[in-house]
């Protein structure tokens, strides 16, 4: 059964930095596409982040995110992290984790089939 347990939310002030992190089991973690999405109540949810934990494929990024937030992965610890710099409080959302490991799973446009419960990110003005 693949579980997805994210950890490293919390509230922080504008200009602040935070890191996340997204713990896998259950899956291929060396051979997966994982993504970092946010949710704000009312708005859609928003892809932040992608990474091919294989390689061979750059990482991409919302333009929201692009030169403040870095994805990235640690396969002998199966984690995913999202590096976020330079906060403004219009990246306050809850941020989850998902995982897809099926072929070409990066480029395949339905949703992600393994999503984490999420972790809270606050940032203040």
């Known amino acids: 059964r693949v579980q997805l347990v994210e950890s490293g939310g919390g509230s922080v002030q504008a200009g602040g930095s935070l890191r996340v992190s997204c713990e896998a089991s259950?899956?291929?973690?060396?051979?997966?596409?994982m993504r970092w999405f946010r949710q704000v109540p009312g708005k859609a949810r928003e892809k932040v982040a992608e990474i091919y934990t294989g390689g061979g494929r750059p990482s991409n990024y919302a333009d929201s995110v692009k030169g403040r937030f870095t994805v990235s992965h640690d396969v002998a610890k199966s984690t995913l992290f999202l590096q976020m710099n330079s906060l403004k409080p219009e990246d306050t959302a809850m941020y989850l984790c998902a995982a897809d490991d099926r072929f070409e799973g990066c480029h395949d446009p339905t949703p992600p089939p393994y999503w984490g419960q999420g972790t809270q990110v606050t940032v203040s003005s």
């Open positions: 259950g899956l291929e973690f060396s051979s997966a596409c």
